[in-house]
């Protein structure tokens, strides 16, 4: 149970276009959504949160008008990159917040963008 | 300071070895925490969930809070090559923002 899908696995796309990455929760309701970043060798970094029906909370430094977040149902939530540039490529993760004893967190596979 | 820190490794050890990965934190109110396993190009997947102090075990993998120390661990059992991956800590004080370490880095020689 509690499983996140996310696609594409991997996008390769030219400089100034935009990319959109879906993440669907396939066996339960996903009311918080969270997007990280992953460069390499580096840990995971918190972009945004993103609870569904209302606007996505970003973290510091995170461009909010570069990487639009949409929770617009309960098993869906996207991220899109805007305007894409080379310092854009990086492993991008999200993550669902289901709840157990506390809460715990089902990860998708993550996309590999490499921007050209 | 960063919020939680954990060696990134590598770590090389024989097949059915036991490894012992750990992260210590800064933050006394976190009350969650989670290892998860990452292997390359892919998500990371959870392993074991502990919630205040204590140990868990789950097969061969134990976790262990320690928090007067603000500190935790995983041990893995009878490690096999199948364990080479990286293992990331996590950690929370409401279950609501997680805070991660850096991952460490295991291969396990067969």
């Known amino acids: 149970g509690a499983v996140v899908s996310q696609h594409p696995s991997w996008v390769i796309c030219k400089s100034g276009t935009s990319v959109k990455i879906e993440c669907r929760s396939l066996?339960?309701?996903?009311?918080?959504m969270f997007w990280y970043r992953q460069f390499p060798k580096q840990s995971l970094m918190l972009m945004a949160t993103?609870?569904?029906?209302?606007?996505?909370?970003?973290e510091q430094g995170v461009e909010k008008d570069k990487f639009l977040i949409n929770h617009a149902s309960l098993t869906l939530s996207t991220l899109t990159v805007t305007s894409a540039h080379p310092e854009d490529s990086s492993f991008y993760i999200c993550?669902?917040?289901?709840?157990?004893?506390?809460?715990?967190?089902?990860f998708g596979s993550g996309t590999r963008l490499t921007v050209v | 300071q960063k919020e939680v820190e954990q060696d990134p490794g590598p770590l090389s050890v024989p097949e059915g070895a036991i490894v012992s990965l750990n992260c210590t934190y800064s933050?006394?109110?976190?009350?969650?925490f989670m290892w998860y396993r990452q292997y390359s190009r892919k998500g990371p997947e959870l392993l074991m969930y502990?919630?205040?102090?204590g140990n868990k075990e789950d097969g061969r993998f134990t976790a262990q809070v320690d928090k007067s120390s603000k500190y935790i661990s995983l041990f893995i059992r009878d490690s096999q090559p199948s364990d080479s991956a990286t293992y990331l800590c996590?950690?929370?004080?409401?279950?609501?923002?997680?805070?991660f370490g850096t991952g460490t880095s295991l291969t396990v020689i067969p």
């Open positions: 993550s669902a917040r289901y709840k157990i004893v506390g809460y715990g967190y089902t």
């Open positions: 996590a950690m929370s004080a409401t279950g609501n923002q997680f805070y």
């Open positions: 066996d339960f309701q996903a009311t918080t």
């Open positions: 933050n006394s109110a976190f009350q969650y």
């Open positions: 502990t919630y205040s102090s």
């Open positions: 993103s609870n569904e029906g209302s606007k996505a909370t970003y």
